[in-house]
């Protein structure tokens, strides 16, 4: 069987999910200041060809949001009446270096069926609307059409279209459409093991359950109710370009103690 | 094909080569102060059950160098000469915000066929000693006593046995074994496509190259030279008490802009 | 003389001249992301009564450039023609870790005599047009009409009235007024020790001066060719209020080795 | 009366009791990593002399806790029972970004009769045994012996001699004499308006309060009881060199808001 795995993964095509990582670059108002990487460390400075020979190198310090770029939030990113997944209580994992539970730390790496619903596409929009909330009946519709099947275990990635607006315009990017409670809920019925999509939360901006009051309906269903991950801030025009609807899905989170997510590069191969 | 690789990826065992990143985890000097999160929004600041819902969240605060834990190294982190891969000049190249050429953002994701030689296992001993050179014949005998060939393209790891004291010792795990010279020699003739290993830097700590003058001779020729990546501070405990030599090499460097590595959490899927 | 000092000290009025400290205050965009706080250590934290008695603590992270809010600027922060004050070439003095001459560190507490011209009362409005440059004309005619005068050795405050926009108008405080080239000309000729103003940085921004072609004319004449050091972000609204032009000035910048400026809590004393 | 304090200002003798801050300085373990400066804006990365004149700057950013290097702590850095100064709940004043209340922006600057005890000297040491607690009857009699008094109002620095050691040796530095729970007492009494010392957290390190079992005696009862506040790391060398027992003291904490303390540059005018 290994072989060929390898023969498979070695020859296949790739498709790189992440948006690139920039000072500047778009970010949700809760998590300012972001991201910021500063070159600190130059090649001169340890070039000492007399008495050390003619290497050098050069290094730089990175400050950066957990919730910057592309990401995959931890399920102790988000609470249900101060109860994270399980039933644990947010005051008995709460410390100055990160949560004793429920940590990045904990989620395994991400090798699953991945599938793309294009809504955008499938509507025939260069994006959909801003703050449009994609409903279940998009979602269905947009599988019928594609012909694909969401299955118990996938990875589901959406495209509102956003994700090309990531380098340059971060007012109209922080604008998007969304997934709907209605979408969600659709998405957690098929039992998937992570959602992802190509804006800033999955969710639409601002909408509020009109259950229970909150925002981010995503957010409070899926990571505290249902131990299923988002990831957001994907790239995902080059897939849909492709016409890529079903993948292998991979993700690899960083392994941050009790930390609240962790930038990842996610990867559909085909 | 597509179907047989999400199978043959799903149903693999997943080998997780991360040492876990944590305030206080081992440093090289030149890195300090290393990493440092600090989780500043706790759940209960966010939680307005009457106003908002039930819904909080909790995130925080990244400080990291780009070498810190377990990490690829960029191109544009070794130069000779001031000369960067394929000729570039350090001075045409260095920005605050980091390099314009050869950042970490240009290497793709690593899909390779990975092969472990546990030098330290083939010699009967739990580590080998402190500032050990592992040589050409080590790796070859290794090699041949595993039974396992490194081929062009390949990924290859090589365990000195430090890998496990890095929860608690850094002092020892600074002072680690490491492929000297002429073991990085004969990883180049393979013409693998990066290299490994579980301690802070393939190399031999403080060893010189009798040629140049240089510390780090990996560095100096498999980066700038040769464009090979170096991959440090693996973990490669499990994978040779399960003797896996041979299996499929996963990792994905982030796309930090202009920086001079990444963190990486790589895997071995058999 | 000691106790007439001390007397003096303990029973003079205290103007306070720095501008509060917060995340999202203005920032010149070429030192974004300015600052940032994170409280991640909480009482709670450390609350363990029964163990450790009734004491708890709490701290946090400080993430910022050295030149956010009110600060001073060191000799090293300018360079002309590549030459710092006193013709050192920055090559001589750039590290990762700072500069090796000429760092905030070498600068003394100014305990000076303080000189307000508030050009923008005097001008009675309530600030200054937009990128209006203050002549050397509007500082003489300001100081006759103050009836003060400008000393060797004095620090001089400049208000612009653009220091009561700093809590909540960002786009509107960096279109500053600011001191010409001309009224740069006309402190550094009264020999001023430094100089200060309630903007974002003494000079008009984006001005060039038409001789050199450089921006911050007064950046590149103080600081290198001076030896007059800038202080930027000030807070002159109760000065200018109270009609305090002359005053004991106290600021201490920290001794951050090899930065390029400090962060100060200037004072006037009357 | 003004003139004359200018006057007296502009004359008297500085003394900077502030240690230079610089990576690597001695840091308490429970606020690391304390400190850290990176250069990443050069010079030459602005020089253009053709577009834009023979100007250039540099600038870096900084990473570091509040309690690094000289400080003052602020009457929210520590709590009894969970109440802060004035029976502050701290759960109503905690929030990411810091304290709503008795944030270090709440301290005036401090301009004040200084008195220095420098009990190390008066002793006859070079500095005091490690841990030793300095006694009520060794301030009164270092008082006496010095011919000062202190007053209603003073800042009251005390000497134990380890200041000398701030750059190079941490571990012993960490390991100081301090003042010992008779000799808070005895500084409280005299109501003074802040204390400080020339070593880690002016108490001994881990000396218990029999009372309360709390460590760190001083910070319990002089910040959350009696709103005295507190000046590490201290340079008190120069001054107890010259003999220096009465003086006019200056510190302005910077106005960060809702930071627990502050870095600060103290003086002693004489």
């Keep these: 069987m290994t072989p060929s795995l390898i023969d498979l993964l070695t020859a296949a095509r790739v498709y790189d999910l992440e948006q690139p990582r920039f000072a500047g670059m778009p970010i949700h108002p809760a998590h300012r200041p972001g991201y910021f990487y500063a070159l600190h460390r130059r090649h001169r400075d ?34 249900k ?18 949560f004793s539970k429920l940590g990045i730390e904990t989620v395994p790496p ?11 596409g499938w509507r025939n ?5 801003p703050r449009y909330g994609i409903t279940a009946d ?28 990531w380098s340059g315009d971060e007012p109209t990017y ?38 229970t009051g909150s925002t981010l309906f995503a957010h409070l269903y899926l990571l505290p109710q249902k131990g299923i991950y988002i990831i957001e801030n994907l790239n995902l025009e080059e897939l849909a370009r ?15 103690e009790g930390a609240t997510g962790s930038p990842v590069r996610p990867l559909a191969l085909v």
């Design 242 to 256: 492709d016409r890529r609807w079903v993948f292998a899905f991979l993700a690899a989170p960083l392994k941050l």
């Design 110 to 120: 991400l090798l699953r069926r991945g599938v793309l619903l294009d809504v955008c």
């Design 125 to 129: 929009e260069s994006r959909l609307s």
């Design 138 to 165: 998009d979602l269905a519709g947009c599988a019928t059409a594609q012909g694909v099947e969401v299955r118990s275990g996938d990875v589901l990635l959406v495209r509102t279209g956003y994700g090309a607006l």
């Design 46 to 79: 340890t070039y000492r060809p007399a008495a050390q020979g003619p290497r050098s190198s050069a290094s730089g310090v990175l400050t950066m949001m957990e919730h910057s770029g592309t990401h995959l939030d931890a399920l102790c990113h988000q609470a």
């Design 174 to 211: 922080l604008d998007a459409a969304g997934v709907s409670k209605a979408g969600t809920l659709w998405a957690a019925e098929r039992m998937v093991a992570a959602v992802g999509a190509d804006n800033m939360a999955w969710d639409v901006p601002d909408e509020r359950d009109p259950e």
């Design 81 to 98: 009446e101060l109860k994270m997944f399980g039933g644990v209580e947010v005051d008995s994992a709460e410390t100055p270096a990160g």
